[in-house]
């Protein structure tokens, strides 16, 4: 695709997510997936890591029960009936509120970190903060549930997917949604029927 398709791409993402009323493209990616595999039904209890501008939480509360937000950074959406936010850094261990709330069915994960420009640096730092998100997975998210996350691609990253994420899970497939930009290294692992964690303590 040339340059100037990409970015036609680009403005259609951005301007569609004003028309509907979200923050950012970002929601795209998720909807993308979300209508292939029918992440996000009715009831389900969702927490959405690395959430502002709040996008993907805006998202989810459409689509499924009850949505909680995790972010140092304030979103840009209210709060509602369906949708909650709260500002707590991931590398940290969940606050007992939030403990107290679980298990939730589906874990969001669209954190990234600060990046450097220095692609292999910038991986490493990405599947850093997967591990903090399969950390709340572990205390938080339900037998059987789903997470979604993105990472960075890198050296490191096939290796930590088939010897840390895979083997939590009974599936897990990657994604590249369109709205992914062109030069992006990111993508998405969909992971599907959490194992658990036996001696888990809630």
């Given at each position: 695709?040339?340059?100037?398709?990409?970015?036609?791409?680009?403005?259609?993402?951005?301007?569609?997510?004003?028309?509907?009323?979200?923050?950012?493209?970002?929601?795209?990616?998720?909807?993308?997936?979300?209508?292939?595999?029918?992440?996000?039904?009715?009831?389900?209890?969702?927490?959405?890591?690395?959430?502002?501008?709040?996008?993907?939480?805006?998202?989810?509360?459409?689509?499924?029960?009850?949505?909680?937000?995790?972010?140092?950074?304030?979103?840009?959406?209210?709060?509602?009936?369906?949708?909650?936010?709260?500002?707590?850094?991931?590398?940290?261990?969940?606050?007992?509120?939030?403990?107290?709330?679980?298990?939730?069915?589906?874990?969001?994960?669209?954190?990234?970190?600060?990046?450097?420009?220095?692609?292999?640096?910038?991986?490493?730092?990405?599947?850093?903060?997967?591990?903090?998100?399969?950390?709340?997975?572990?205390?938080?998210?339900?037998?059987?549930?789903?997470?979604?996350?993105?990472?960075?691609?890198?050296?490191?990253?096939?290796?930590?997917?088939?010897e840390e994420a895979s083997p939590?899970?009974?599936?897990l497939t990657l994604h590249r949604?369109?709205?992914?930009?062109?030069?992006?290294?990111?993508?998405?692992?969909?992971?599907?029927?959490?194992?658990?964690?036996?001696?888990?303590?809630?």
């Amino acid at each position: 695709m040339a340059i100037k398709d990409r970015d036609r791409v680009d403005e259609h993402y951005a301007r569609l997510a004003k028309k509907e009323g979200y923050p950012a493209r970002s929601v795209y990616k998720l909807k993308e997936i979300d209508d292939s595999k029918r992440i996000l039904r009715p009831g389900h209890k969702v927490l959405d890591l690395g959430s502002s501008p709040g996008s993907w939480s805006l998202y989810a509360s459409r689509k499924a029960g009850m949505v909680v937000g995790v972010d140092l950074v304030a979103p840009a959406v209210p709060e509602g009936p369906k949708l909650s936010f709260l500002t707590h850094d991931i590398n940290t261990d969940p606050p007992q509120g939030l403990r107290a709330m679980a298990p939730f069915q589906v874990l969001l994960s669209d954190l990234a970190p600060k990046t450097s420009g220095q692609k292999a640096d910038d991986s490493l730092a990405s599947l850093g903060l997967v591990r903090a998100a399969l950390r709340w997975a572990a205390l938080l998210l339900e037998k059987d549930g789903t997470m979604l996350f993105k990472f960075f691609q890198g050296e490191d990253s096939q290796s930590f997917l088939k010897e840390e994420a895979s083997p939590l899970f009974g599936r897990l497939t990657l994604h590249r949604p369109k709205a992914v930009r062109k030069r992006s290294v990111e993508l998405y692992a969909l992971c599907q029927g959490f194992k658990g964690v036996p001696d888990r303590k809630k």
